[in-house]
């Protein structure tokens, strides 16, 4: 590979995509473009630098020098931004090219050779620095976030669109909010007999905003006999940070997350996940720490234990849902889950076991919704565009429950739907797994309160 003579800055940071096998893993590409179908934004401009094979071009000629530092700033850093990083081209490859890590590192080289304005700056140091690894500053968030939708402010600012574009994406995604949050540290015992006992991740975002997911994950686990505890000590999960090119933060939060975890010992032999990009950030711990002699054995041992919540559930559905749920529902896959975690047919499968629920499916499952992390705030209307081309494959269905397995996909669909004008509710499988429950639960009440009387 030709070396680089120039010393300005921007130069220098080429070097990020000398590092490790880079090179043997864009050699893995054989250009015969079956990712281009699979891929979102090629679909969205139908340029070849807006594929995954063309974003692969742009990489090598980065790590060969053959791009100044000007065009890295431009082209380079314009093309892989507007990568969702859907990781779709993975599934559709036949060579196994992993493109995940390479638009990783990609984004580490576009992150260090851009100058962020100081809106953007702030977002995200409040973001990703101080609210994400925060659960009680996140808490203390969601409940300003509460009365902000309470007083009727929300009503105002949405009505008369005050707001900057990233923060009125920012402001779309809010849902609505409920104060009650996973119980942290405390053991939450089994109902229906005892099966065993596993550890919770509650994440972040899902946690502080979609709580009645988490509270739904624990009342089936709890349903299904197993005891939950999720650990005090946990953080974020680091995706975000991966997202926006900031390894070393993401390696942080994954060392804090492991030893949270790890700590409580070898009882707890499972660590359910409900969020498909969370869990796919749980379970790839070892490539992000696989160069610290410390961490590297110890993220194994950590992300050997991590099972999606449908992916665990499809295999210990103990008790069969036993409550009607009149509807007709879509699933709408989370990227991550699918193509990362591969994880495609246990959603599916558990709710068919839910009575009354009628499941269709949509024409393209497994395209992006266009949240992709922080994507849907960082390029507004390139997300916009593939949440149109989402929500018109949803309508087409006449669904009017949307299901969905992921936090980012959850707050998307949410505001899709506004957008679109449909009437569908979002729910996540758990939810609707919980309903059903408590549907049985609250017919055999009124069973037993008729035979009372």
Not at 378 to 405: N, P, W
Not at 424 to 447: G, S, W
Request: net charge positive; with cysteine; aromatic share 6%.
């Amino acid at each position: 590979m030709s070396m680089i003579s120039q010393e300005s800055k921007a130069t220098q940071e080429l070097d990020v995509l000398r590092l490790g096998d880079f090179n043997s893993k864009l050699s893995q590409c054989i250009h015969c473009g079956l990712c281009l179908q699979a891929c979102p934004t090629y679909a969205i401009f139908g340029t070849e630098m807006d594929s995954p094979r063309g974003r692969i071009a742009l990489m090598r000629a980065v790590a060969a020098g053959k791009l100044a530092p000007e065009d890295i700033r431009d082209s380079f850093t314009r093309h892989i931004r507007l990568c969702l990083e859907c990781r779709a081209c993975e599934t559709a490859c036949p060579s196994g090219v992993q493109y995940g890590s390479l638009v990783e590192m990609a984004r580490i080289v576009v992150e260090d050779n851009r100058r962020p304005g100081v809106g953007e700056r702030l977002m995200r140091w409040g973001g990703t620095k101080v609210l994400m690894p925060n659960l009680r500053l996140l808490k203390f968030a969601a409940l300003l976030m509460r009365l902000y939708q309470l007083t009727g402010l929300q009503w105002v600012v949405r009505g008369l669109r005050l707001l900057p574009k990233a923060l009125r994406a920012m402001e779309n995604i809010l849902p609505p909010i409920r104060l009650r949050f996973t119980p942290l540290a405390k053991p939450l015992p089994a109902m229906n007999g005892a099966q065993g006992r596993v550890l919770f991740f509650t994440g972040c975002i899902q946690e502080a905003m979609l709580s009645s997911v988490n509270e739904a994950t624990i009342r089936v686990l709890q349903c299904n006999g197993y005891a939950v505890l999720a650990p005090r000590e946990q953080t974020c999960c680091g995706a975000a940070h991966l997202h926006l090119g900031d390894v070393e933060g993401a390696k942080e939060l994954a060392r804090r997350n492991i030893e949270a975890f790890l700590s409580l010992g070898d009882e707890y032999e499972v660590v359910i996940c409900n969020a498909g990009g969370c869990g796919a950030a749980l379970k790839e711990y070892p490539r992000l720490l696989a160069d610290d002699p410390y961490y590297a054995s110890r993220a194994q041992e950590f992300s050997s234990k991590v099972r999606d919540v449908s992916e665990f559930m499809a295999g210990h559905l103990l008790q069969t849902p036993g409550g009607r749920v009149e509807a007709r529902a879509v699933y709408s896959d989370s990227c991550h889950l699918r193509h990362v975690q591969k994880v495609v047919k246990q959603p599916r499968e558990l709710l068919k076991e839910v009575p009354g629920l009628q499941l269709v499916e949509l024409s393209l499952p497994d395209r992006c919704c266009g949240s992709a992390g922080v994507y849907n705030i960082a390029e507004v209307d390139t997300a916009a565009r593939v949440l149109d081309d989402k929500m018109a494959d949803i309508a087409a269905t006449g669904a009017d429950l949307i299901v969905t397995s992921n936090t980012g996909c959850h707050l998307q669909l949410l505001a899709g739907v506004r957008r679109a004008g449909l009437s569908a509710k979002v729910m996540h499988v758990v939810e609707v797994l919980d309903m059903a429950y408590r549907a049985e639960e609250t017919k055999r009440e009124v069973e037993n309160g008729s035979k009372g009387s």
